[in-house]
């Protein structure tokens, strides 16, 4: 298969140390379930000279509370993720469709190394991945892990361990 | 074979549309020319006594009409030519070849808003714009800027078409645009646009900046393409020649005059296509195309608009 | 001498796909050079090789036109999702049906014809018993919307990319017989990110390269390249979905049946920018010849041989042919003097 033993996989999101941006008259901060530690320092750091700043737990992407954050989201405001990987990328792609440009949409790294996995055999997204092979709960079949990712589906490419020799299924491993 | 190489268009039309701007209507020869999006210029060749001149051009016309390609050619004086042969040497019936249109400044569909900037001459990209903002029914605002003594085209028009959507600041009038009071209080999705002198192009990023508007939402084509220099000479060390570029021609045009073929496509250092290696010579790189580690490294250069920064360079051609 | 389409021939279970001698003559061999070099290799997309050759038309058919669109059919039967469009796609969807039907009405009208009066237009297929007549733009009047429509009657996969934010999306495409990737993936990606798994080319900067190259292609100059792989088997839709089903045969090769097994699977490309869209269409197309029946030219067998001896490990790997390239190297090294 030709996404075996990827390494450094051009698709895979790198996720930086996420600044402020100093020139933003709004600073809105959405973590999914609960706000981490690195975000509340972000939050607290926040000084805003003239802007406002505002800080929410949601659901999900169609959370009402998100929407009406972002109903007034101004020009130049900038909007700070935390979450699953999953959430991150949806909400982004959220934003993103209500017009906000790549830059004001800043994603603090994944708070967990949990993937969710792309199975090309049946399109099943299972979640909760951390080592590899991974059964799919779509199909059963036992799912290498790449790092081929999808923004669109928020999830990893993988694809069945053992198809050209049901006798050779690769050792397990974890994914980071 | 669906391809299109040059295409060889007849002038039907010529209008004085502004006191320094001529308007020229071309139709093909044969058959019909292509649709095109909005914003694509095409390169028009100009057979002059001395040099042949290739001038990028907007296109102003309705995208969808495939009869006839408008463009709009500000006579620059100071410049190296093109536009001047176009103004004083075209005339009604005379053959032209043109490019097949390219596009370097589509408009950002998704935006929710557009705003234009257009200084003088930089209206004609924003005229094929609008007949698909209308028909698209996106919102947007057209903020010109000219001086009617010399340009203005199409400013009674546009502002009767448009009526509030269309804002005309005639500097000859005292009339100005206070840019910051444009881009402030603009919704979520607006993008911005501008084409015009540097000056314009300048001003609007640094308004961007100043207010914390995300850069990618700031769209920009100079018209202006090479512009004069220092003479230099070049050694082309493949094929064992050296040529002149005199000070109001470029390196690609001197290329060009001796017959060395280099693709190309917007003479403006944003496309890339005519890179070159450069073996010797230090370089002085007005492009927009090559990233400061390229330009950096000195290996290479735009040479549709950059030039020698001492007196020679050596290419690998 | 035009190839003419033939009869209905298999891609799956019996395998009945051959090619005619005319068909190997006319195979677009893509190795220049004895040793293996990854480069970008586009070229402007200009009739080369004179009548008959694979690069005579803007779109080439061929012989086994009546098996690849039956292929198709049945891939599309069971995965309707092997064509996906974005809803912002279908202004670039109809450009590449009026690109591709007056392109085969031009160069095929023994089996194409097409008649415009204004937007009204009648499309005739006579290869496929097809006669339509629909309103241009207007996707109701056509029986599937413009992409899934002339995709099945166009050998090759398609994918169209959508230009903006200084990249290009790949937002819509009809992909039934790609070398190892899935549309449904893929769907939505910029340029560099469908390019991710790709070995070696992300550090040399050669999808950055090709990436602005494309930016900036301009209205009828298409472009073209030529990439390649080896399958098992004549086996058309190697794609990612029905790998678990295809992998099995890359543990199947042998000595003895390499020749016959193998098959060097070329992808012409060509990239064309839609004039009023903006978007840029790739299709791909794709031809399968045997080693059995390639080596029958010995000036290919002498550098298929040297080609693949000095492939890199990573193209090996990323190919997926490691569990038979050293089969392919022996079997073709007997026609190669230099052994």
Not at chain 1, 138 to 165: I, K, P, W
Not at chain 2, 113 to 133: C, D, E, N, Q, R
Not at chain 3, 89 to 113: G, I, K, N, Q
Request: proline share 6%.
């Amino acid at each position: 298969m030709q996404t075996e033993q990827l390494n450094g996989v051009a698709s895979k999101p790198a996720y930086g140390p996420v600044e402020l941006n100093p020139k933003s008259s709004f600073h809105l901060f959405v973590a999914e379930q609960l706000l981490p530690k690195a975000m509340e320092c972000l939050y607290d750091a926040c000084q805003p000279n003239e802007g406002r700043k505002e800080k929410a737990v949601v659901e999900d992407a169609s959370d009402p509370e998100l929407r009406n954050l972002l109903a007034t989201f101004p020009l130049n405001g900038t909007l700070y993720l935390a979450g699953t990987e999953p959430f991150l990328w949806r909400v982004a792609s959220h934003a993103r469709a209500l017009g906000l440009c790549p830059e004001q949409i800043r994603l603090m790294a994944p708070v967990t190394r949990e993937r969710h996995l792309f199975c090309c055999h049946c399109h099943t997204i299972t979640e909760g991945v951390t080592y590899s092979p991974y059964a799919c709960s779509g199909c059963g079949a036992m799912l290498e892990v790449t790092d081929h990712f999808s923004r669109l589906h928020g999830a990893y490419f993988s694809f069945q361990a053992n198809a050209e020799d049901s006798a050779d299924m690769p050792e397990q491993r974890e994914v980071n | 074979m669906s391809t299109i190489d040059q295409i060889d268009v007849k002038v039907v039309a010529i209008e004085q549309v502004a006191p320094m701007i001529k308007a020229f209507t071309l139709e093909p020869l044969k058959g019909e020319l292509t649709p095109f999006s909005a914003g694509a210029h095409v390169v028009v060749e100009m057979d002059g006594s001395e040099q042949r001149y290739r001038n990028a051009y907007s296109l102003m016309s309705d995208p969808n009409d495939n009869r006839q390609y408008q463009i709009a050619v500000r006579l620059q004086e100071t410049s190296r030519g093109g536009s001047i042969y176009m103004h004083d040497q075209v005339a009604l019936g005379d053959e032209l070849k043109i490019s097949p249109p390219a596009n370097l400044f589509a408009p950002a569909w998704r935006a929710k808003k557009h705003i234009l900037f257009a200084g003088g001459v930089g209206i004609t990209p924003f005229l094929s714009y609008l007949p698909l903002f209308k028909q698209r029914e996106v919102e947007f605002e057209l903020h010109y800027l000219f001086r009617s003594h010399q340009t203005g085209a199409y400013s009674a028009e546009l502002a009767a078409e448009f009526g509030d959507q269309c804002c005309c600041y005639d500097a000859d009038q005292g009339k100005r645009c206070d840019i910051a009071e444009v881009m402030s209080g603009q919704p979520l999705g607006t993008h911005f646009y501008i084409c015009g002198p540097e000056s314009l192009i300048e001003a609007v990023r640094a308004t961007a900046e100043e207010m914390g508007i995300p850069a990618s939402a700031i769209h920009w084509e100079e018209f202006a393409g090479a512009k004069p220099g220092l003479p230099f000479k070049v050694e082309l060390s493949r094929q064992g020649i050296e040529l002149d570029v005199a000070a109001d021609s470029s390196l690609l045009e001197a290329l060009e005059g001796a017959e060395v073929d280099i693709p190309n496509l917007c003479r403006a250092g944003v496309c890339g296509q005519c890179v070159c290696n450069v073996t010797e010579g230090e370089v002085e790189h007005r492009d927009s195309y090559l990233s400061d580690t390229e330009k950096q490294s000195g290996q290479v250069i735009m040479p549709c608009v950059s030039r020698a920064a001492g007196g020679r360079l050596v290419l690998d051609i | 001498m035009r190839v003419a389409p033939k009869e209905i021939q298999s891609f799956r279970d019996d395998f009945t796909y051959t090619n005619s001698a005319a068909a190997i003559e006319r195979f677009p061999f893509p190795f220049p050079e004895d040793e293996y070099r990854y480069s970008v290799n586009i070229e402007a997309h200009q009739p080369k090789g004179g009548e008959g050759s694979a690069f005579e038309h803007y779109i080439d058919i061929d012989e086994h036109y009546l098996s690849e669109m039956a292929e198709r059919e049945l891939v599309l039967k069971d995965m309707p999702n092997r064509c996906l469009v974005m809803e912002h796609m279908d202004l670039a969807c109809w450009e590449m049906l009026e690109r591709y039907m007056v392109s085969l009405a031009e160069d095929y009208p023994e089996h194409f014809t097409l008649t415009r009066d204004g937007d009204s237009w009648r499309w005739e297929n006579k290869l496929l018993h097809i006669d339509d007549h629909f309103t241009f733009g207007d996707s109701a009047t056509l029986p599937r919307p413009p992409l899934d429509y002339i995709g099945r009657q166009v050998q090759g996969d398609f994918a169209l990319m959508d230009q903006r934010e200084g990249n290009l999306f790949m937002d819509a495409g009809m992909v039934t017989c790609p070398a190892d990737w899935s549309l449904a993936f893929d769907a939505g990606m910029s340029f560099d990110e469908w390019h991710g798994p790709v070995p070696m080319v992300h550090n040399e900067g050669i999808i950055d390269r090709a990436r602005k190259y494309l930016m900036a292609l301009p209205v009828g100059q298409p472009v073209r390249r030529l990439n390649w792989t080896l399958t098992v088997n004549a086996r058309m839709d190697t794609s990612s979905e029905t790998y678990n089903e295809w992998g099995h045969e890359r543990a199947s090769i042998t000595p003895e049946n390499v020749g016959e097994k193998i098959y060097l699977r070329v992808e012409v490309q060509v990239l064309d920018r839609m004039p009023r869209s903006n978007a840029v269409t790739i299709s791909i197309r794709t031809y399968l010849l045997s080693l059995e029946d390639l080596v029958t030219n010995k000036a290919w067998a002498v550098r298929m041989h040297r080609t693949m001896k000095t492939l890199p490990e990573a193209l090996i790997h990323y190919k997926g042919l490691t569990r038979f390239h050293g089969m392919v190297v022996d079997y073709l090294a007997q026609f190669d003097p230099a052994n």
